[in-house]
């Protein structure tokens, strides 16, 4: 048996696996999601919530941006508090008041710290027994805790509505007045946030430990890391070394077999005549453009609003473009124009391996491309459009790649793993249609992630890793039958640890230690392939040097090479440094999240786009002379700037917000009193030179692919020879 079919056997065995460990543990973050109850009542038989009023405040909390404004378990903004861990203190506060009041006749406040300590004593006894009666569906809380509630619900009713008392925080929380303006719906948004505190406070029948495995952490409520936490947290960190060591033997025994390649005397790619359909292809990257630079101007506008709240250098922007506003389309305008750039280079470089272009190819661009103008231009359409255009994109791609699948040659195990991503690209975003508005919230986590870390840093990985690879061999550069098996190898290693590593995301999200333990395993070893990147970056920088006319895709290659630094830095390092248990137990939501997702998203697979765009526009634009001036520029600006951003703003900042959460408790790092501190507003000040010149790297970018289609400039006297013959669409 073949060294590739083995390795294909191999792959195949995972996946299948891995998927269903992976919907197994759906099924057991189903059955053991905390209740919703039928209704909350005291007592004394007082109703206070019922389980429409949790549903409805949670479909208003969505209205009003969800998890872009605050956040629930630890997931969405990071400027508003986390509204689970600010009821929960907020309410255990009311009830030692009330307690202190019943007890000694005083507020607590008056109490010396003796007497306080010894309230604080008897408050976990008080908060996290479980009343809920699943057989009637009441969740019943004494009448004293029914007093607790009513003050913090009055509390939310009055901040989200527009009393005059609460502007100031309102300001600190970049929140727009009068955000929730029915008063009925501001009472049900209460009855929602009640509930994710209540989870997060509340133990599992028969257990010592919460429905969110005692997260987040608060002394006041005993809410501190589990046993498993600790346990899965060493298990995650062997589990590293020793992926690490069996990977460094793999690379110790193979990396002297590998055969030199003698690079042609010509570039290759200069004999592929680009097709009508490819040539249609153009447009997606002055869209990949377009798209950028509004992700970028709403980014400038979000962290602003972290310093002024409601308004924009003095302009009362928020009452216009809220923070959650802002942040929604910013978040969402990342992926978009990343993924617009890799859709468009599956459309072009399809054809080009095959030598074929399908009937009405072009045809199919165009539509395809009017698809994902009614997604922009449409304020995004819906999750529905884009699905049934990433289906119509796998449908062309796959269409054009068939034939190259059927010749059997050396390229095939390549061409049939990027036709095989296309086609879990197309199925996998579908991952996000599976949740409706009243779905659990712990599953709608479970299949959000499907999505966020499967879809992006799974399927998308596999596909750019086979058209880098078919790339270099077209280049002349490597040999098929090696490069095919590095790729295999390279998906297995990858999917190992990326498939079940997607837990990691769920550890906190309502669900059991089951959860933990898979993940924590299987994240560490993501990580493992990252450790040994540096020989991915030096491959890529010895093949952009390996002749003279590679010289014309210098640029393309540098971006490879910044792709790898990232992925160790910003998806390794800074990855696996809130991925194990204890970590993200404190770090959750916190800075140091946006810190790996900044630094992982746009510095592994932004660049990524970037240089397979840069590799596709050399070949729709090959006789123009490349301005070397802009594309520096571009290559440094965004690299230094994106480095800027991380190491003065995101990690200082995030280092204090965890410091905080470990001294006081998770609420007090999201807490106003803690982000309005001068030194929080110094550091966020300090992002200003990072973002400015990652401003004017994206502005020399869009320059430079401007003055490509400019008449007359910077033309030279190349010539494209046809390898490929024209084919009418």
Known sequence: MSTTRKLWLGLGALLLASFAVLLWVGGEVHRHAPPVPERVASASGEVLYTRADIETGRVVWQSIGGMQLGSIWGHGGYVAPDWSADWLHREALAQLDLLSLATHGVPVDALDDAARTALETRLPALVRPNTFDPDSGTLTVSDE????????????????????????????????????????????????????????????????????????????????????????????????????????????????????????????????????????????????????????????????????????????????????????????????????????????????????????????????????????????????????GLLLWRVLVGRALWPAMRKGNELKPIVTLLFLSTVCIGLFYGAGLMWGEHTHLSMVEYWRWWVVHLWVEGFFEVFATAVIAFLFVKLGLLRATSASVAVLFATIVFMAGGVLGTLHHLYFAGTTTAVIAIGASFSALEVVPLAFIGFEAYHHFKLGAATPWMQRYRWPVLFFVAVAFWNLVGAGLFGFLINPPLPLYYMQGLNLTPLHGHTALFGVYGMLGVGLMLFCLRGLKPQARWSGRLLATTFWSLNIGLAGMALFTLLPLGILQVTAAIDHGYWYARSAEFMQQPIIDLLVWMRVPGDTLFSVGALALALFVARLWIPGRGRTAETAVSAVPEVEA
């Not at 005397?265 to 009508?276: C, E, G, N």
Request: with cysteine.
């Open 145 to 388: 805790r029914a007093e607790a509630i009513a003050r913090v619900a009055a509390h939310y009713q009055a901040l989200f509505g527009n009393d005059p008392a609460y502007d100031e925080l309102r300001e600190h929380y970049a929140m727009k007045h009068d955000t929730v303006p029915d008063a009925e719906h501001r009472r049900q948004l209460a009855a929602f946030f009640f509930w994710t505190a209540w989870a997060a406070g509340t133990e599992r029948p028969g257990a010592e430990v919460t429905y969110t495995s005692n997260w987040p952490a608060d002394a006041l409520v005993g809410n501190a890391p589990t046993s498993g936490t600790f346990l899965w947290t060493f298990f995650s960190i062997l589990f590293l070394i020793a992926g690490i060591g069996l990977l460094g033997w793999y690379h110790a025994v193979g990396h002297d077999r590998e055969d030199q390649v003698h690079p042609p005397a010509s570039d290759p790619l200069a004999l592929v005549r680009v097709t009508p359909s490819m040539k249609a292809v153009a447009k997606y990257f002055w869209v990949v453009i377009a798209l950028f630079l509004t992700q970028i101007l709403l980014g400038a506008l979000t962290a602003h609003y972290q310093v002024e709240g409601h308004d924009f250098y003095g302009i009362a922007l928020s009452e216009v473009l809220p923070y959650s506003l802002t942040r929604t389309w910013h978040t969402q305008l990342a992926v978009l124009w990343i993924a617009t750039a890799w859709l468009g280079t599956g459309l072009y470089i399809a054809p080009a391996i095959s030598g074929h272009e399908p009937r009405f190819q072009r045809l199919g661009v165009n539509l395809l491309f009017a698809c994902l103008l009614v997604i922009v231009v449409g304020a995004f359409a819906g999750q529905w459009c884009l699905f049934i």
